[in-house]
C-alpha cells in the first residue's frame, strides 16, 4: 500500500496497539513529503526546512500518546509543523519586510542566489512577493492557493474563524495583484 | 467597483499565476524524500538518550531542596554546640571525674605509693607507715596527679 493510501486511523490504531515505531514510520512516509513542502514554502531555504521537518517529527513522536483524536492526525500534525515554523521564523528574523516594490527587493535577490531555487523570474517573483505579506495572510495564501486547502480545514490547523481566513485571503490576494497586474 | 468584481479580476490573475504556483522551482538534494525518514529516526533515538532540560531541571531543584535541608540540618546542630556547651561539657567533666576516682579506688595504695616514690626518686624509708596508710583517696589523687 501507497504511504499516501494508509489511513490516519490505521496509524492510530497501530499506536495504540503498542507498535509504537511502525505507527510513526508510516506517519512519517505519509506526511514527511507534505509537512516538507508546506515548511519549505514559509521558510524558502532548504536547509531550515531540513532541520525543521526533523524537529516536527520529533515533536510528533514525542506528543503522540497524548494525541486524544479531537482532531484530525492531518489537522495536529500540520498545526505542529506550522506552530514550529513560525516560531523559527520569528526566533530567526527571517521575515524581511521590505516592499515588494521598493528598489531592495531582497526575496528576489535571495531566491536569485538559493542553490536549490530554480525557478523562472516570473515564478521567482511570485514566491518573492507571497514572502512580503503579513504572517497571517502569507499562512492563509500559502495553505489556500498552493496547497489547496479548504477553509474548514485551514481553520481548525490555524484555529481561526473561515470569516477572518476569506477576509485574510481576500487582502492577500489584492496585494498580489497589485504587483503583477502590470506584467500580466 | 463591486466586490464581487474585485474578487472576479484578483482571481483572474490568480488564475494565470496558478501554473508558476508549484513546487516545481524548490528543489532538493537528490535522494532527499529517500533517506529522510532514516534520518528522523535517528534523531528520534538521539533525543531518547537526552535527558530531557525538564527532567534536568527537576533533578537539579530536588538536589537543591535536599542539599538545603542538609544545610539546615547541619546548622542547628552547630548551632545547639555552640550555644549549649556549659551543660555538655559539665556533664563530661562529672563523668571524667568519676571514672578517674573510681580507677583510682582500684589500685593497691601501697603499690601506687611505691611506684610514685621511685619515680620522683624518693627514700621510702624516710616515710612513717602510719602516715601512708592514712592516705586518703583525694591524697593519692593529688599525690599523682601533681
Do not use: C
Amino acid at each position: 500500500m501507497a504511504p499516501a493510501e494508509v489511513s490516519d486511523q490505521h496509524i492510530i490504531d497501530l499506536y495504540k496497539s503498542n507498535q509504537h515505531e511502525e505507527a510513526f514510520r508510516l506517519l512519517i512516509a505519509k506526511y514527511q513529503s507534505r509537512l516538507y513542502w508546506h515548511i519549505r514554502k514559509l521558510v524558502i531555504s532548504h536547509d531550515d526546512a531540513d532541520d525543521l521537518v526533523q524537529e516536527v517529527f520529533v515533536k510528533i513522536w514525542q506528543n503522540l500518546s497524548k494525541f486524544r483524536g479531537d482532531a484530525s492526525l492531518f489537522t495536529w500534525v500540520y498545526r505542529i509543523a506550522t506552530n514550529e515554523t513560525l516560531t523559527f521564523l520569528r526566533k530567526n528574523n527571517k521575515r524581511k519586510t521590505v516592499s515588494i516594490d521598493s528598489d531592495d527587493l531582497n526575496w528576489d535577490n535571495y531566491l536569485a542566489s538559493d542553490s536549490y531555487f530554480n525557478g523562472s523570474e516570473i515564478e521567482k517573483r511570485l514566491h518573492a512577493s507571497v514572502q512580503t505579506l503579513p504572517e497571517k495572510q502569507r499562512l492563509v495564501f500559502q495553505m489556500k492557493y498552493f496547497e489547496e486547502m479548504k477553509y474548514e480545514e485551514i481553520s481548525e490547523v490555524l484555529k481561526v474563524s473561515v470569516g477572518s481566513l476569506k477576509a485574510s485571503f481576500h487582502h492577500a490576494v489584492k496585494k498580489i495583484e497589485t504587483i503583477f497586474e502590470k506584467e500580466l | 467597483m463591486h466586490y464581487f468584481e474585485i474578487m472576479n479580476k484578483n482571481n483572474d490573475i490568480l488564475d494565470k499565476l496558478k501554473p508558476y504556483a508549484t513546487n516545481r522551482p524548490f528543489e532538493v538534494p537528490e535522494g532527499y524524500f529517500e533517506s529522510l525518514e532514516g534520518r528522523i529516526m535517528q534523531r528520534v533515538v538521539n533525543e531518547k538518550t537526552i535527558v530531557p532540560k525538564s527532567k534536568v531541571r527537576s533533578i537539579t531543584i530536588w538536589f537543591s531542596a535536599v542539599a538545603a535541608v542538609v544545610a539546615i540540618l547541619f546548622a542547628l546542630q552547630v548551632w545547639i554546640h555552640l550555644f549549649e556547651p556549659q551543660k555538655i561539657d559539665g556533664k563530661m567533666n562529672v563523668y571524667a571525674e568519676m571514672q578517674f576516682d573510681l580507677g583510682a579506688m582500684d589500685f593497691d595504695e601501697n603499690e601506687l605509693i611505691l611506684a610514685v616514690a621511685k619515680n620522683q626518686a624518693i627514700d621510702i624509708k624516710s616515710i612513717e607507715i602510719d602516715y601512708v596508710s592514712g592516705v586518703t583517696a583525694d591524697d593519692l589523687e593529688t599525690l599523682v596527679l601533681f
